[in-house]
């Protein structure tokens, strides 16, 4: 039963810490999806991949947050340095080809102190 | 950008009365999905419409995507617990080169009370 992993599921961190979140997609899927959950904003696209390139990072505040895709088993999100309005949970998605549907990672509750 | 509006933010119902949410959009949709989100869950991808007028049904749920593909509905009928959750709706991504990007309507939170 394929399905996307995420880690960590859980991470608690003081202001101003370094947060990386990973996640391996499911095997053949060639895009990926970095989403942010909160009960305020929803969910919000955040970047996303195709064949390992960014295609679109414009939801992401570029000073602090970067994503990147060492290989195709591994997303990464960063966040240098975090702050508590980061405090939400993040989802990776991945997927295959146009209007195909995403297939969600169980997520990152993130908590920024 | 595009954006997908979806009503209502909140529905409660007693178990066994039917429920439907709505989402609309201002530009012509090539598709839109629906998504459930379990309470501390994740999405989970339910249905995808993409012609005109369809109707599609999983069990108690029919979805319906309008005739000029800008609207859409999901509709419970006879709700049970297990129906609780967040139901998303969501079209293709604003640009040319959307590649499976998706915008996400805000979502409407189903409880149901035994």
């Known amino acids: 039963d394929a399905r996307v992993t995420q880690t960590p599921r859980d991470k608690v961190t003081e202001m101003g810490q370094e947060v990386t979140m990973r996640c391996q997609p499911i095997l053949g899927h060639n895009t990926v999806f970095w989403y942010r959950q909160t009960m305020m904003q929803g969910l919000e696209l955040l970047a996303y991949f195709r064949n390992r390139a960014p295609l679109d990072d414009s939801g992401m505040p570029k000073d602090r947050f970067s994503a990147e895709m060492p290989d195709a088993t591994l997303a990464t999100l960063k966040i240098q340095p975090s702050e508590p309005r980061d405090s939400a949970v993040y989802f990776c998605?991945?997927?295959?080809?146009?209007?195909?549907?995403?297939?969600f990672g169980p997520g990152t509750r993130l908590t920024v102190t | 950008g595009q954006q997908v509006m979806q009503i209502p933010q909140y529905q409660h119902v007693q178990e066994g009365e039917d429920f439907t949410t709505y989402c609309n959009s201002s530009?012509?949709?090539?598709?839109i999905q629906w998504y459930k989100q379990r309470p501390g869950g994740h999405p989970v991808f339910l249905i995808q419409l993409v012609k005109s007028g369809e109707v599609k049904k999983q069990k108690r749920l029919t979805f319906q995507f309008g005739e000029a593909k800008k609207n859409s509905s999901l509709h419970i009928t006879a709700t049970q617990t297990t129906d609780v959750g967040t139901y998303f709706c969501a079209g293709p991504g604003a640009g040319g080169t959307s590649y499976g990007k998706l915008t996400f309507g805000q979502g409407t939170i189903l409880t149901v009370h035994p």
């Open positions: 530009t012509t949709l090539s598709n």
């Open positions: 998605a991945s997927g295959s080809g146009h209007f195909y549907e995403q297939y």
